[in-house]
């Protein structure tokens, strides 16, 4: 089945302790996104990558980090999370930048206390 | 990216056809709407694009009119299932990498 995978769906942390959410996509697609949304907020873009090795921020990329070493995973890494960075999590992808629609994965809830 | 507009939330039956209507009055001339719908706790799926005029899928139609300051989106014949958030989205061409500004949505909710 065609899927964005997120791994963990949950997490409870404390702040300054660096986790990582891991995304994997098994469409070969080119394009990937990390997003958080937040009551009120919509969804907000955080990084994004349009190959291997190829990221840039999106809208609200501080206290993130995120790498592309192969076309299938892109991890968000929080290094020192903070409270503020409660939220629920999706990551997304495109075929390639001409693509319609985004599949999004199912969502990590982190909670930072 | 364009700034649009929705209704925070709307009530319908089963067995009717809603439409959600979205204002986009700086649409600029290579933008492109689409519409995506979220359930609780998964994450948001597309659901139909389009430039101008009308486009049908097997899920709904979206309607833009010519002065494309606006569009409608059409599920027809909805059902309990369909209750969900409606997000509709104004940007760049298809792959353009920011495409996606997510404002707050259209809650649906369908009522039996």
């Known amino acids: 089945e065609a899927q964005v995978t997120q791994n963990p769906r949950y997490l409870i942390t404390v702040t300054g302790k660096k986790l990582t959410v891991t995304c994997s996509q098994n469409m070969n697609h080119e394009y990937m996104s990390w997003y958080r949304q937040d009551p009120g907020l919509g969804l907000r873009q955080i990084y994004y990558?349009?190959?291997?090795?190829?990221?840039d921020k999106g809208d609200v990329p501080e206290g993130y980090k995120v790498s592309r070493k192969e076309k299938r995973n892109f991890p968000l890494i929080l290094e020192s999370p903070s409270p503020n960075q409660t939220s629920l999590y999706f990551c997304?992808?495109?075929?390639?930048?001409?693509?319609?629609?985004?599949?999004f994965g199912s969502g990590t809830r982190l909670t930072i206390v | 990216l364009a700034k649009t507009t929705q209704p925070i939330s709307m009530d319908s039956y089963e067995g009717q056809e809603v439409n959600i209507t979205c204002s986009h009055n700086n649409i600029a001339t290579n933008d492109y709407i689409t519409w995506y719908q979220q359930f609780p706790s998964q994450g948001p799926r597309f659901i139909i694009q389009g430039y101008k005029t009308k486009v049908t899928n097997e899920v709904a139609s979206l309607f833009i009119p010519a002065d494309r300051k606006s569009s409608t989106l059409s599920l027809p014949r909805v059902s309990l299932s369909d209750t969900a958030v409606y997000y509709c989205l104004v940007g760049d061409p298809p792959g353009s990498a920011r495409q996606l500004t997510f404002g707050s949505g259209t809650q649906l909710t369908v009522l039996p």
């Open positions: 997304a992808s495109l075929p390639n930048r001409n693509s319609y629609g985004y599949t």
């Open positions: 990558s349009m190959n291997v090795e190829v990221t």
